[in-house]
């Protein structure tokens, strides 16, 4: 899940598209047995834009950022910053940096 962040933006965008209609299926059978909902597998109440920063934010970013200096990689984030802004400008209609 972290690695197609780290992607060429057309890439990490179907990963991202392929993982949350994983999440969006799990949701569903959730809701035929009438059990909660995980958080991010509601295709009913979620913001995917949101969820996308903050999985980049909170989960890719602390561990993309130390390692790509280390391997001396700096696409790595390059591609997670343009990613990050994909999803910033979707949501908001405006590019907004990342953390």
């Keep these: 899940d972290i690695g197609?962040?780290?992607?060429?933006?057309?890439?990490?965008?179907?990963?991202s598209e392929l993982i949350q209609e994983?999440?969006?299926?799990?949701?569903?059978?959730q809701r035929t047995?009438?059990?909660s909902i995980d958080p991010l597998?509601?295709?009913?109440?979620i913001n995917t834009n949101k969820a996308q920063m903050g999985f980049i934010d909170f989960?890719?970013?602390?561990l993309v950022q130390p390692f790509s200096e280390f391997i001396e990689m700096p696409t790595l984030m390059e591609n997670?910053?343009?990613s990050y802004r994909y999803?910033?400008?979707?949501?908001?209609?405006?590019t907004v940096p990342p953390k």
């Design 4 to 15: 197609h962040s780290c992607k060429p933006l057309s890439l990490h965008i179907k990963w």
């Design 22 to 29: 994983e999440f969006f299926l799990q949701g569903d059978i």
């Design 33 to 35: 047995e009438n059990t």
């Design 41 to 45: 597998c509601d295709r009913d109440n």
């Design 59 to 62: 989960v890719c970013r602390p």
């Design 80 to 82: 997670l910053v343009s």
């Design 87 to 94: 999803w910033s400008e979707q949501d908001n209609g405006e």
